[in-house]
């Protein structure tokens, strides 16, 4: 019976296209969209596999994020909501690159290998983004689900991170939140709500903002979550879906660019936002009166929201372990300043959600963020508990029990399962609307070192390799050598190469304290590898 089943797997209209190997990469397969069909259609087979080795609901997500409108991409998300662990990104990379005359036996191979009881419910929760070749993808997902007798669990258009969620609730039987969308909603919305209570603006804190949707998923979620949120706060979105996904547009472009979005009204010294295709990634931004952009990245959210977390467990007398983790895209500025200002660990791990998903549990109170704007905050189960005590402990004071009903707020409104751009939008408002600041007083944090990206196109970027979280070469031999060499002429220089996992490319970084020295100094280093 089931050698049967498994011989219907073989599926005319998804037989493999194409010869070159592709990898389950830091956001799983990401290439042209035309070249993904089949690819989706083993993965559908993978997440059932997956499901039943795990007994849980998985979560398949198609979406290429900040990535031009013709690439796509699918990721598989595990039942906590995390990345898919990394030894089956292996499997799904030999699955993917099988032979077709192979498919059947590589899956009875899997089988037999992961142990897994085929007598077992498989339930996927799938999810797409705007592109236009997303539901085409889905149904070569769905197709692969079906045959190995999954259950598909649609919920259309949504942003990266309410996948995420979806997956976490549904396999914690609600603890977390009700698996809907609108469950999705009303937990981050009625938190927020809760904690600005009637006082809608604060000192220099107005409820306004300006945000580029990057003309993704991210504008019909903010459209969504206006409603909720009624008057406590006024997104203006732009880049709303009309125009071409992530052109010009978005949080990786202005964050590499370090330029606002087009197809925007700017208006100095207002707050901005720029949020990704996929509604994961998030910056904030203003421009002055002499039109001088300014950019708050990850580095500057993670520092914020770190330095008021520290302040409200001051204020409720609760200890607790927290710790910061980064990449080394970090701004040297913003290490230091968690390091000798906040005096809380900042830890770095190599670029890729999980490195820093992963590090961050192992706090009390992880905070992670990507440079790019990619982060939340973790808390562990034992400090929420803890928490929630506190706020109706009768031998605690007023002042305590309020910071503690705060922090509780603040822990609804997060979404702990991934990096989430609308929730840490609500968490960097609810932050800036306590301290009663504009984005100017919060930009006075620190200063961050000029800094800048290149991404050099190579034949084969895996002639580099990198140890020591991405910031040392190792091969080719010499290279490491000659980079130090460069950058050891600049103050408070810093300069690292490593091949990008989501594209085919060598990225650059550099940063140094003179604006004027930066080109020279990362073209040097971009020379090294060009
Ligand atoms: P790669 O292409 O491996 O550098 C990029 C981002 C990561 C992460 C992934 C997934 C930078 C420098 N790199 O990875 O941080 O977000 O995409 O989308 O921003
Ligand atoms: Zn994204």
Redesign the pocket.
Known sequence: MEHFQLKNILNIKYMKKYSDNIQYGTAGFRTKANALEYILYRMGLLAVLRSKVKNAAIGLMI?A??NIGSDNGVKLIDPAGEMLEASWEQIATNLVNVEDANLVSTIEHIIKEENINMSVDAIVITGRDTRESSPTLLNAAVTGIEVLYGIVQDFGIVT?PQLHYLVVCTNTKNNYGNPTLHGYYIKLSEAFKHVRQKQINNGQYVAELLLDAANGVGGIAAKEFQKYLGTTLAINIYNDGNGELNYMCGADYVKVQQVPPVNFSLKSNFRCVSI??????IVYFYTDEDNKFHLLDGDKIATLIAEYLKELLKESHLSFQLGLVQTAYANGSSTDYILNVLQIPAICVSTGIKHLHNKALDFDIGIYFEANG?GTVLFKETVVKTIKEAVINPKRSTNEKEAASKLLNIINMINQTVGDALSDMLLVETILHAKGWDIMEWEKMYEDLPNKQLKVKVNNKSIITTANAGRQCITPEGLQDEIDKIVSQYKKGRSFVRPSGTEDIIRIYAECENLCDLNKLIIDVALLVY
């Open positions: 979406t994020s900040h990266t990704d295709g996929d509604a994961d990634r990619h």
